[in-house]
Nanobody
Framework: QVQLVESGGGLVQAGGSLRLSCVASGRAFSMSTMAWFRQAPGKEREIVAA???????YYADSVKGRFTISRDNAKSTVYLQMNSLNAEDTAVYCCARSRTGVVDTSPVGYDNWGQGTQVTVSS
């Protein structure tokens, strides 16, 4: 079992930036595919970005060019740099580990979740 702890959320004005962090406990982080999901009130949880063990990445269309996912295997940490934030980015952001190593755009493909961190963008 892997424990994931997110941090870095907060309140930011539209156009601003935030950097989220997710620290993982347990072994084999470097071989894990990690993802960031978000869930806004009244909406389904959606994938934002993912990084495979190889370092390759996936982004949802809504965040391409604005968000960057990265990882530091030595620190067992995955980051999400969020720039040019807008009100539609307001949500609880969670990191998760893929069950199989595949980037699944559905939450069912992930078996370890953090508690989430709130991101609120004021317009």
């Amino acid at each position: 079992q892997v424990q994931l702890v997110e941090s870095g959320g907060g309140l930011v004005q539209a156009g601003g930036s935030l950097r989220l962090s997710c620290v993982a406990s347990g072994r084999a982080f470097s071989m894990s595919t990690m993802a960031w999901f978000r869930q806004a009130p009244g909406k389904e949880r959606e994938i934002v970005a993912a990084t495979r063990w190889s370092g390759s990445t996936y982004y949802a269309d809504s965040v391409k060019g604005r968000f960057t996912i990265s990882r530091d295997n030595a620190k067992s940490t995955v980051y999400l740099q969020m720039n040019s934030l807008n009100a539609e980015d307001t949500a609880v952001y969670c990191c998760a580990r893929s069950r199989t190593g595949v980037v699944d755009t559905s939450p069912v493909g992930y078996d370890n979740w953090g508690q989430g961190t709130q991101v609120t963008v004021s317009s």
